[in-house]
C-alpha cells in the first residue's frame, strides 16, 4: 500500500470524525444527560421543540416566590405581673387582638400593648427583680442581645429571657 491512499484514509477518518462532532447532541439543551453504572448517554427531549434560528430554546421558568407575612405581639397587665402574648398571626389587627385577648384570660385587668405588633422577626420579654424591658428584631438572637442590653443598662440584677417567639414569614408558592 502506498503512503497516498494512507494519508488519504486518515483525511477522511478526520473528516466523518468532525462532523460528527459537530452534529452531536448537547446535554440538557437537545437532548436529556443519562447515566448507568459505567456508560454515558444522551436521550433525546420530547417531543422536539423548535426555536428561531440561532436562539437556544427557552427553559420554562419557575413561578415567582410568594411570602406570606406573620404578626406577633405582647401584651402585659405589669401591675399583676400578666403577660400576654401572639405569634404567627395573619395581620397586625388579630396580633394585638390575640395578645390583649391572652393577657386578659390569664388574669389581666389592665392589658396594654407593649410595643408595636411585629411583623416577620421576633419578640422577646427580658426580665429582672425589678422590671421587665420588650424587643422586637428581625433575629431571635439579635432581639435577644438587645433586651439583654438595655435590661442590663436600666436594672443590673439578674436580667434573663422570660418569653421570646418569632413570627416568621411563611413561603406559600
Known amino acids: 500500500m502506498s503512503p497516498l491512499p494512507l494519508k488519504t484514509l486518515c483525511l477522511i477518518g478526520m473528516l466523518?470524525?468532525?462532523?460528527?462532532?459537530?452534529n452531536a447532541q448537547q446535554p440538557g439543551v437537545d437532548c436529556a444527560p443519562i447515566q448507568g453504572q459505567?456508560?454515558?448517554?444522551?436521550?433525546?427531549i420530547s417531543p422536539p421543540q423548535s426555536s428561531p434560528q440561532g436562539q437556544q430554546p427557552?427553559?420554562?421558568q419557575a413561578p415567582p416566590q410568594r411570602w406570606q407575612d406573620h404578626?406577633?405581639?405582647?401584651?402585659?397587665?405589669?401591675a399583676n405581673g400578666v403577660l400576654g402574648t401572639a405569634s404567627n398571626m395573619p395581620n397586625e389587627l388579630s396580633a394585638k387582638q390575640a395578645a390583649l385577648s391572652d393577657c386578659s384570660s390569664q388574669g389581666g385587668?389592665?392589658?396594654v400593648l407593649e410595643i408595636q405588633p411585629?411583623?416577620?422577626?421576633?419578640?422577646?420579654?427580658?426580665?429582672?427583680?425589678?422590671?421587665?424591658?420588650?424587643?422586637?428584631?428581625?433575629?431571635l438572637d439579635q432581639a435577644i442581645q438587645e433586651?439583654?442590653?438595655?435590661?442590663?443598662?436600666?436594672?443590673k440584677a439578674h436580667c434573663r429571657v422570660y418569653y421570646s417567639a418569632c413570627s416568621l414569614p411563611q413561603r406559600i408558592q
Open 147 to 155: 433586651g439583654l442590653a438595655t435590661c442590663s443598662k436600666t436594672d
Open 71 to 78: 404578626w406577633g405581639a405582647i401584651a402585659t397587665d405589669a
Open 109 to 111: 385587668s389592665n392589658c
Open 38 to 44: 459505567g456508560w454515558t448517554g444522551c436521550a433525546p
Open 16 to 22: 466523518f470524525l468532525s462532523i460528527s462532532v459537530v
Open 58 to 60: 427557552r427553559m420554562p
Open 118 to 139: 411585629y411583623r416577620n422577626s421576633c419578640g422577646v420579654v427580658v426580665t429582672s427583680d425589678k422590671s421587665h424591658v420588650v424587643t422586637s428584631n428581625v433575629s
